[in-house]
């Protein structure tokens, strides 16, 4: 099945640093989707991706469908983006299975 | 306008017992999933639901069932508990079974199986 890779594992950032994270799927894959996991273990949207580039405040992501990568950037962070990032979506072939990757642990201290 | 919504939030059982968590979404979406997170790691799909009447395994079913009560409704059931099931249990919705649609996830149902 479809691998997807997530890097860095961790990151440890000041606050007002940027950063930028990344996804690698190892097959085509659509309805790409990014999330926040919060410390109280909340799943929040964040992106809804397959392809192009959108921005939210200070959070844009890009996907690159056809190089099968994704980047989620963090501008000016706050100590409130602290939590696991994670990049998911689902093969051509099997809509439904939405696999996600083993995530990006993001603390961001004042 | 809920979303989806997770019954309970937190549960404990006894190895042996039977459970069944519930997920209700208010959207009118078509499709429906049951996930589960262990430490550290990404979700898992235990079961999906892609309509209302139909049901289908994901990539770790063993030990659960599902019930697609209406549209609404999709619950899990665990009936004989084992301690390997402890985890984290997330629901989503999504809202039609083509492609182009983003999944909506509930707040979790965190078990604890001693």
């Known amino acids: 099945g479809i691998q997807v890779e997530q890097s860095p594992p961790d990151l440890i950032l000041q606050e007002g640093a940027n950063s930028t994270l990344r996804c690698n799927f190892s097959?085509?894959?659509?309805?790409l989707q990014w999330f926040h996991q919060n410390p109280w273990g909340q799943l929040i949207n964040l992106f809804y991706i397959p392809s192009g580039t959108k921005q939210n405040g200070r959070l844009s992501a890009t996907t690159v469908a056809t190089e099968r990568y994704s980047l989620l950037y963090i501008s000016s962070s706050q100590t409130t983006d602290s939590g696991v990032y994670f990049c998911?979506?689902?093969?051509?072939?099997?809509?439904?299975?939405?696999?996600f990757g083993t995530g990006t642990r993001l603390l961001v201290s004042p | 306008n809920a979303g989806v919504t997770q019954t309970p939030k937190f549960q404990v059982l006894k190895t042996g017992q039977s459970m069944t968590l519930q997920c209700a979404q208010d959207?009118?979406?078509?499709?429906m999933y049951w996930y589960r997170q262990d430490p550290g790691m990404g979700l898992r799909l235990i079961y999906y639901?892609?309509?209302?009447?139909?049901?289908d395994k994901g990539e770790v079913p063993n030990g659960y069932n599902v019930s697609r009560l209406n549209k609404r409704e999709f619950s899990l059931r665990l009936e004989s508990a084992a301690p390997s099931q402890t985890s984290v249990y997330f629901c989503?919705?999504?809202?039609?079974?083509?492609?182009?649609?983003?999944?909506?996830f509930g707040d979790g149902t965190r078990l604890s199986i001693l």
């Open positions: 959207m009118n979406h078509n499709s």
């Open positions: 097959d085509s894959v659509n309805n």
């Open positions: 989503a919705s999504r809202g039609w079974t083509g492609r182009g649609q983003p999944q909506h």
């Open positions: 639901s892609a309509s209302e009447g139909t049901t």
């Open positions: 998911a979506g689902t093969m051509n072939t099997g809509f439904q299975k939405l696999v």
